[in-house]
């Protein structure tokens, strides 16, 4: 009897529950990557791209998924077909971005939103 | 000396106090009391209109990051790499390139904030806060607005890009020719 209390004495906490011990590290663990990486996620701006949210349900459809460029090669001879190449690809993909008027318009004014009373509106403002 | 330093000491709390009472009473006459009417009532349809630009842009955000991103990822890096490759002098293209990705960290990070700042004018309540929301609009518009200023910026630099592109050909015809027999 006096044995095993002596034993008891020399064995640390952890070492007599580490099972238990085991389980809450991991669970610290988890909790602490949980939140770096909700951090990183929310920091680095991809919380706002992330069209997968349920505000973006109407819109998530229509993301552009095409990829549509073709590979051009980093390496061979730059002859004049490669650079005619290039040229072509790159005034292709210039020319699509530029056709649309990205942020353009002005649907935040207070007249487009109806923040305006009639009468101001009518007089612009 | 020192006296002059207490003067100024004492006078510039006051000076920056008026300049804030000022403002204060200058976005109070902005927004008549009707106007604040106007912004209770419709409060609803506004963020109905608010909620619907918040997607659109988002979309618009990520279908044109993406196209950028390619140009510049899949064309401009590959061009660059091949010149070098190919022992050409590539220096103005990569200044080009490196200045077109700097304007794409702008624009990513002018998203940011933009998007930061109309999420804010949809959470606020504009029955109880009309003044508030109204500003919040306010500052979101000229972030909008700051959006499509770095879009010119980007297109601007596309085009000066392919000026480089044609000035690389003028400067290396004899090579190019030679690589192409």
Redesign the interface.
Known sequence: MTDNNQDLKVVPFYARHLFGVMVAASITIAVALVFISMGLYYSS?AS??D?SSP??V??RN???NS?D?S?????????????SN??S???Q??E???S?D???G?????E??????AA?ATTGE | MSKKIVIFGLLAPIICGGIVIWAVNVRAEEL?S??LE??KG?CI??KA???Q????????????????E??ST??????D???D??N?DEDALVASANNFDLLLDNF??D??TY??QLSLAINIDCTTQPAAF?DA??Q??TN?EK??S??AAL?QA??Q??QV?AQF?ID?QK???E??Q
């Open positions: 701006g706002q791209l069209l505000s973006y109407d819109v229509q993301v552009d990829d460029f590979e051009y090669s980093n390496t061979g001879k730059m002859n004049a077909s490669a650079v290039f040229k690809l790159f005034n993909k210039v699509k971005i530029k649309v990205i942020f353009g002005d649907p935040l004014s207070p487009s939103l109806g923040m305006v009373v101001e | 008549s009707q106007q106007q912004i419709s349809t506004i209109t608010l909620k630009i918040h997607s659109s842009d988002a979309l618009l955000r990520v279908n044109t990051g993406q196209i950028y390619s140009i899949k064309l401009m890096e590959r061009f790499e091949r010149a490759y190919n050409m990513r990070s998203y940011v998007e930061q109204y609009v306010a979101a518009r909008r959006m499509h770095d879009v297109n596309l085009d890009y392919n592109v050909e290396n090579r190019i020719e690589l192409s």
